[in-house]
């Protein structure tokens, strides 16, 4: 299993950013997804993630703002960030579970200015 994440960048404080996560070797919905944030000096911490059978769950923080979705057909996830904060600056990281062996794709860097 690959993953390929896309999407961050620079954006100013409210603003939005989707990140895409392009998963080869198994289907989205065969998995569970997730993505994953650390910023710098911080421990990686669980943002979103939607299972196999579609349930989705967030971190506090991003409830409201963030969400996680895939494309089947596209066999992609992706991330859907509103009203973005200085504090969601992080490198963001997806992450696929298929029996009990996590992969994980590249970050991407998102930086929030305020």
């Known amino acids: 299993v690959q993953l390929q994440a896309s999407g961050g960048g620079l954006v100013q404080a409210g603003g939005s950013l989707t990140l895409s996560c392009v998963v080869s070797?198994?289907?989205?919905?065969?998995?569970?997804t997730a993505w994953h944030r650390q910023a710098p000096g911080k421990q990686r911490e669980l943002v979103a993630l939607?299972?196999?059978?579609?349930?989705?769950n967030y971190a506090d923080s991003v409830k409201g703002r963030f969400t996680i979705s895939r494309d089947n057909a596209q066999n992609t996830v992706y991330l859907q960030m509103n009203s973005l904060k200085p504090e969601d600056t992080a490198v963001y990281y997806c992450?696929?579970?298929?029996?009990?062996?996590?992969?994980w794709g590249q970050g991407t860097l998102v930086t929030v200015s305020s």
């Open positions: 992450r696929a579970l298929q029996r009990a062996t996590n992969y």
């Open positions: 070797g198994r289907t989205v919905d065969s998995m569970s």
């Open positions: 939607i299972t196999s059978a579609g349930i989705t």
